[in-house]
């Protein structure tokens, strides 16, 4: 598999109650970029209620992922979303 970067684009409410556009990258591995956009969509659609749009799809250049068993971190609970942290891919020193 490939890991790809995908944004979102959507309303969000806010804590304070005010609705805003943002968007959001989320990490999603797939053979090809439709393939990562349409499992993105897929994946997304439960937890965003209204529109929402893919802004962007490009291929992540990471040397490793981790994958997250908390379902906190620090005691500050977070979304199936977010369980997945990511490492730079180290760069090469040319001679």
Request: with cysteine.
């Amino acid at each position: 598999m490939i890991w790809f970067e995908c944004k979102i684009s959507y309303e969000k409410i806010m804590e304070n109650g005010v609705q805003r556009k943002v968007t959001e990258p989320y990490l999603v591995d797939a053979l090809s970029h439709a393939e990562a956009e349409a499992r993105i969509i897929e994946e997304i659609q439960p937890y965003i209620s209204g529109e929402f749009t893919v802004t962007s799809v490009r291929r992540a250049k990471y040397a490793e992922i981790f994958q997250v068993m908390s379902q906190t971190i620090g005691g500050v609970p977070i979304s199936p979303l977010s369980l997945w942290m990511k490492s730079p891919v180290p760069k090469e020193k040319r001679t």
